[in-house]
C-alpha cells in the first residue's frame, strides 16, 4: 500500500526554521518524484518544490533561496523540506504527494500527483 507520512511540523517564530519529512511506504522514491505543497486558510492548495532522481529539484519563487529539498535515496525513503528563514506567510498545512515527474508545470498544476500525505501544520508567528 502507497502511502506517505509528514513530520516535522509546528510553531515558530518568524526568522526561524524548521525541517519537514515526508516518509514513503509501498514505493521506493528512487522511482517516483516527491512534491511539497502548502495550503493556508482561505487560500489554495499550492505548489511548494519537488524533487526527483530523474528530473532534479525545482521550487517555486515563494521559497526560493530560504526553502532546500532533500531526499534519503538509499536507506530512509524519505524526502525532508528544510525551511529557514520563515515568514508568517509561509504558515498553512505542509503535504507532500507523489509523482511521476517533478516540473514546474506540473507542480504549479499539481495534475500529476495522485497520493497524498494527511499533511502537517507550519505556523509562523511570534
Known amino acids: 500500500e502507497v502511502q506517505l507520512v509528514e513530520s516535522g511540523g509546528g510553531l515558530v517564530q518568524p526568522g526561524g526554521s524548521l525541517r519537514l519529512s515526508c516518509t514513503a511506504s509501498g514505493f521506493s522514491i528512487n522511482n517516483y518524484a516527491i512534491g511539497w505543497f502548502r495550503q493556508a486558510p482561505g487560500k489554495v492548495r499550492e505548489g511548494v518544490s519537488c524533487?526527483?532522481?530523474?528530473?532534479?529539484?525545482?521550487y517555486m519563487d515563494s521559497v526560493k533561496g530560504r526553502f532546500t529539498v532533500s531526499g534519503d535515496f538509499s536507506k530512509n525513503n524519505t524526502v525532508y523540506l528544510q525551511m529557514n528563514s520563515l515568514k508568517p506567510e509561509d504558515t498553512a498545512v505542509y503535504y507532500c504527494a507523489r509523482s511521476y515527474i517533478c516540473t514546474l508545470y506540473h507542480l504549479k498544476a499539481m495534475d500529476a500527483y495522485g497520493y497524498w500525505g494527511q499533511g502537517t501544520q507550519v505556523t509562523v508567528s511570534s
Open positions: 524533487i526527483s532522481l530523474n528530473d532534479g529539484i525545482y
